[in-house]
C-alpha cells in the first residue's frame, strides 16, 4: 500500500467552476501536510500548508481530518491556469523528509 | 544564487555508463535532499543531507547510487552503471534548516538511458 494515494484524474473541470479532491496518508504519526502545485515538465511547488483546522489562501481551501487520514483540497472559481498536477505531500519526521502522492490531475476548460 | 540550480538539465547516456548530477542549493540552505520522478509516478526520496553529513540514505535504491555534499553547499549525486530503469527526472530541494514550508526545488535533471 501506497503512504500518501490519491485519484490521479484527470478532474475536467470548467472554467469558473468548483473543483475538489482529496489523498488519504497511511501513517497515523504524520506531522505536516501540504498540497504541492506541478506543472508539466516543471518541478513542483508549494501550494499551500494544511492546518487541523483547515485553512484558505485566496481561491484554494485545504483540510485535514486526522481521524480518517485524509486530506481535502478545494479550489473555487477555477481558471485556466489552476490546471496542473496536485501533489499531496506528508512529512512523518521531524525533518524534512517528504512523502508525496502520485498526484491529481486538474484540467480547466473555456 | 537565488535558486536552486541542478545541472546538467538532460542527460543522455548509454546502459552501463556512470553519470553525475550536480545540485548548487540556495545559498545557507543546510539541509539539501535529492528525489527521483519517473513517469507518472510521485516523486521517490533518495537522500537527506544536513551540512556534509547523510544521516537519512535510506532511500538510494541500491549500491550503484551514492550521493555526496562538500563544504554545506554543493552536491553530486553518481550512478554507476546506469540501467535503463534509472531513467527519470532527478529533482534537488534544499531547505533551511529543516523548515519545511522553506522548501525549494530544482528545475531537475532528466536522466535517459539508452
Known amino acids: 500500500r501506497k503512504e500518501v494515494e490519491q485519484d490521479p484524474g484527470p478532474f475536467n473541470v470548467p472554467e469558473g467552476a468548483t473543483v475538489a479532491f482529496n489523498c488519504t496518508y497511511s501513517n497515523s504519526a504524520s506531522q505536516s501536510f501540504f498540497w504541492y502545485r506541478q506543472d508539466c515538465r516543471k518541478e513542483p511547488k508549494l501550494l499551500m500548508s494544511?492546518?487541523?483546522s483547515g485553512n484558505e489562501d485566496g481561491r484554494f481551501t485545504a483540510q485535514l481530518n486526522r481521524a480518517s487520514q485524509y486530506i481535502s483540497l478545494l479550489i473555487r472559481d477555477s481558471k485556466l491556469s489552476d490546471s496542473a498536477t496536485y501533489l499531496c505531500?506528508?512529512?512523518?519526521?521531524?525533518?524534512?523528509?517528504?512523502?508525496f502522492g502520485a498526484g491529481t490531475q486538474v484540467v480547466v476548460t473555456p | 544564487g537565488a535558486g536552486v540550480s541542478q545541472s546538467p538539465s538532460n542527460k543522455v547516456t548509454e546502459k552501463g555508463k556512470d553519470v553525475e548530477l550536480r545540485c548548487d542549493p540556495i545559498?545557507?540552505?543546510?539541509?539539501l535532499y535529492w528525489y527521483r520522478q519517473s513517469l507518472g509516478q510521485g516523486l521517490e526520496f533518495l537522500i537527506y543531507?544536513?551540512?556534509?553529513?547523510?544521516?537519512?540514505k535510506s532511500g538510494l535504491p541500491s549500491d550503484r547510487f551514492s550521493a555526496e555534499r562538500t563544504g554545506g553547499s554543493v552536491s553530486t549525486l553518481t550512478i554507476q552503471r546506469t540501467q535503463q530503469e534509472d531513467s527519470a527526472v532527478y529533482l534537488c530541494?534544499?531547505?533551511?534548516?529543516?523548515?519545511?514550508?522553506?522548501?525549494?526545488f530544482g528545475s531537475g535533471t532528466r536522466l535517459t538511458v539508452v
Open positions: 543531507f544536513q551540512g556534509n553529513s547523510a544521516p537519512d
Open positions: 530541494a534544499s531547505s533551511l534548516l529543516d523548515a519545511q514550508e522553506d522548501y525549494t
Open positions: 505531500v506528508v512529512n512523518v519526521h521531524s525533518w524534512g523528509k517528504l512523502q
Open positions: 494544511v492546518y487541523s
Open positions: 545559498s545557507g540552505h543546510t539541509a
